[in-house]
């Protein structure tokens, strides 16, 4: 089903340069990913996206999918922020098909999916499936039968444990609630300190409208000195827990 790209790696989303400065941050991918295996079913298409740019979804999809790779899940993570492409750009597989041409029905998954390194950091590498933007833009949504397209991508998630989707912030395009009509369920990325009340309350009005259950919110870039208590009480839990 997959083919790998030869030296190919995800530097944007290296989980070893993420994670290795916090065990907490790694501990928390972990609670995160048990949360939403508890929520869903084996080979449910998750939505990961934010009510405005620059909360972090990109990362949080990236470092869901490489935690369950090193859990020892099959993981799927879709890149489908056509209008920035960050995922595809960071792997270097722009010219290869993908998500849009896999909506379009013009791909296969064969082609659309291949194999990257994830973490390089690891006793020994994690790799994830990725699929690729695609070579076309988003002005192509117009033309997708989502019918047939929920059908095909229900069809390549059922290969795998778990498929993290990310998409355009939910007020900035109407991609991501396009998309909700594929997926089983949506995460939404709220970002501490950016993050505007009202814009959140528009974006989850929005995703209700639609349908979609939205499992709930992942506070991004909680930093507990600036947002919180200056103390960090479990902080000698961790210290010396493992390497």
């Known amino acids: 089903m ?20 916090s065990l ?10 048990g949360a ?10 998750i939505l990961v996206t934010s009510a405005e740019p620059g909360e972090g979804k990109t990362t949080v999809a990236s470092c869901l999918a490489t935690t ?3 859990g020892g899940q099959t993981v799927l993570l879709i890149d489908g922020d056509l209008r920035r492409l960050s995922l595809t750009a960071a792997v270097g ?17 064969a082609e659309a999916i291949h194999l990257i390194t994830a973490s390089a950091d690891s006793p020994q590498p ?13 002005r192509f949504l117009g033309r997708v039968d989502w019918s047939k397209a929920r059908t ?26 396009l998309f909700a009509r594929i997926v089983d ?41 600036v947002h919180g208590p200056s103390s960090q009480p479990y902080s000698d839990y961790y210290r010396g827990s493992r390497t």
């Not at 907490?24 to 990913?33: F, I, K, P, R, S």
């Open 2 to 21: 997959t083919t790998e790209f030869a030296n190919k790696r995800a530097n944007g989303f290296l989980l070893g340069q993420i994670m290795s400065e």
């Open 24 to 33: 907490e941050v790694v501990d928390a991918y972990d609670a995160l990913l």
């Open 36 to 45: 939403l295996r508890l929520a869903t079913p084996s080979g449910s298409l």
């Open 68 to 70: 369950a790779s090193c």
């Open 93 to 109: 597989s722009r010219d290869t098909a993908g998500f849009i041409e896999m909506l379009l029905g013009e791909a296969e998954a």
């Open 126 to 138: 994690v790799t994830v499936s990725f699929m690729a933007g695609g070579r076309k833009s988003s």
């Open 152 to 177: 095909a991508f229900k069809s390549i998630a059922q290969r795998f444990d778990m498929v993290f989707l990310d998409s355009p912030p939910i007020l900035a395009a109407n991609d991501a609630l």
């Open 185 to 225: 369920a949506v995460v939404l990325v709220v970002g501490t300190g950016s993050a505007n009340i009202d814009a959140l309350q528009r974006a989850k009005g929005r995703l209700d409208a639609a349908g979609t259950p939205v499992l709930g919110a992942v506070l991004n870039r909680f930093e507990p000195k």
